[in-house]
């Protein structure tokens, strides 16, 4: 298997990944997910990045932008411990499945699940009726149906470079009641061991730009904090249509590159 080529490390370089981590630091905290859906768009069409190496730098840079939303949200209670412990012990077994994948798929293939994976999220956006006051409690249907979710989730963590937060956070809210900043809080605790996980898989297969993950994971956390307190504020449909409108952009863009791939073949 041959490494992923990697962008020359150029002023141009830092300066993008810098950027992307801020916006993807904002995304995080506003909406309770790792910034993957920036990260490895962006990484992509602006740095020209392979997808399989884009995919394993973007879950690198989620480890410290989800753990400053965690410290974030549990300030003020939002996160449920024992179900994120749930989450995560199904996400990190899942999260070696996904990177075993990673280097068996095309490209374009790679391109395609991902769009499909956006626009599942999409749809999802707009049957979420987030509630402040519901809590995420613990039974004998909940406590596997989280395992599952667990597993699912990391997955597509270590197949697409997402720390899971969009599958996380729409599910919570839909499938198990629980409110918006909960749901958000829970899944940044999760997805820190699953991005840890899926990391070191991606490190032995050479799929993880660690420089530009650093920088991108860095600037990600200056920003973090800052939305996670708008989370709170913002109307919790407002923003669940702006961020579906910024997801259409991305799966279209990554759409128009799938397609350029499949004619260039």
């Known amino acids: 298997m041959t490494s992923a080529i990697r962008p020359p490390r150029t002023a141009r370089l830092y300066v993008v990944c810098v950027a992307v981590g801020l916006l993807a630091g904002l995304m995080s905290g506003l909406f309770g997910v790792g910034g993957g859906t920036v990260i490895v768009p962006l990484l992509v069409l602006l740095l020209g990045f392979d997808q399989r190496l884009a995919a394993g730098t973007s879950l690198a840079a989620i480890v410290p932008t989800a753990s400053v939303g965690v410290i974030t949200y549990a300030v003020d209670g939002h996160v449920a411990w024992l179900p994120a412990l749930i989450l995560a012990a ?32 999409i749809v999802s956006l707009y049957f979420v009726i987030p509630s402040r006051d519901a809590d995420l409690v613990l039974t004998w249907v909940t406590g596997p149906g989280l395992a599952v979710l667990g597993v699912i989730t990391g997955i597509l963590a270590g197949l697409l470079g997402v720390g899971g937060g969009i599958i996380v956070v729409p599910a919570l809210l839909l499938l198990f009641g629980t409110s918006d900043l909960v749901a958000k809080g829970t899944s940044l605790l999760m997805m820190i061991p699953t991005a840890v996980s899926g990391t070191v898989g991606n490190l032995r297969r050479s799929n993880v730009d660690l420089p530009a993950a650093l920088c991108v994971g860095v600037a990600a956390c200056a920003t973090t904090a800052v939305g996670a307190q708008i989370a709170k504020a913002v109307d919790p449909f407002v923003a669940n249509v702006l961020f579906s409108i910024f997801l259409v952009f991305i799966a279209s863009q990554i759409a128009v590159k799938a397609v350029r791939g499949r004619h260039q073949r």
Do not use: N
């Open 90 to 121: 199904g996400a990190v077994g899942g999260a070696q499945i996904g990177t075993w994948l990673l280097p068996k798929l095309s490209q374009t293939a790679l391109r395609w699940a991902f769009v499909a994976f956006l626009v599942a999220v």
